[in-house]
């Protein structure tokens, strides 16, 4: 594999069931992202992980959890989904941003439905 | 709270210049950055402004101007390939990353 890729590409899931995304980097990069998407709303931060065994909270992390296990892996997991989680989920990672550059690499996004 | 602020759309001629501001207001600023997404696509980093002053990349460029909380992508001799989704974002410090809601350009034959 090259880049990021995520799984599902997409998924129509009823509120109330647990769901995990997962996301997969080779690029060896340390700090991995998980955002969400939403019309007319932009790209929002859910949880960030700087490195291996370290998370962080984003903007809107209520309802999501993540786990950093290794340098490769970053699921993101819907404990009980509501239908307000339907969006456009993109994982991301980078090198360790600095003042000088935070390039980020982001997968294909997972499309995700709760009813 | 923290914002920033895009049009929502702009459209443009092929081979056109065309302007895309970014205003923002954020709690910490360690870097403007700018992004393109076509439909039903990922996003992909196009320039990063940490210091004032415009970058060049091809026919993309960049403008910062922290003092002013001010940035613009510039395009030039646009193609219809430049069709999408642009978004401004601000690294408020460590790894949060703040994005503005997005410019959709238009570009006309």
């Known amino acids: 594999i090259a880049g990021i890729t995520q799984a599902p590409t997409s998924q129509i899931l009823a509120a109330g069931r647990r769901m995990t995304l997962r996301c997969t980097q080779d690029m060896r990069h340390n700090a991995m992202y998980w955002y969400r998407q939403d019309l007319g709303l932009g790209l929002r931060l859910i949880h960030y992980?700087?490195?291996?065994?370290?998370?962080g909270k984003g903007e809107v992390p209520d309802g999501y959890s993540v786990s950093r296990a290794n340098t490769d892996d970053f699921p993101l997991t819907l404990a009980s989904a509501v239908p307000s989680q339907t969006s456009v989920y993109f994982c991301a990672s980078s090198d360790q941003p600095d003042a000088y550059q935070n390039e980020q690499f982001f997968g294909p996004g997972t499309r995700l439905t709760v009813l | 709270g923290q914002s920033l602020e895009q049009p929502s759309e702009v459209t443009a001629v092929e081979g056109a210049i065309v302007q895309i501001n970014c205003t923002y207001q954020?709690?910490?600023?360690?870097?403007l950055s700018w992004y393109q997404q076509h439909d039903g696509g990922a996003p992909t980093f196009l320039s990063y402004n940490a210091l004032d002053g415009l970058e060049e990349t091809g026919r993309f460029s960049s403008f910062l101007s922290r003092s002013d909380s001010y940035g613009y992508l510039l395009l030039q001799e646009l193609q219809m390939k430049d069709s999408a989704s642009y978004f401004c974002?601000?690294?408020?410090?460590?790894?949060?990353?703040?994005f503005g809601a997005g410019t959709r350009l238009f570009v006309k034959a």
């Open positions: 974002a601000v690294n408020t410090g460590g790894f949060k990353t703040i």
């Open positions: 992980s700087n490195t291996a065994g370290t998370t």
């Open positions: 954020t709690s910490g600023f360690y870097g």
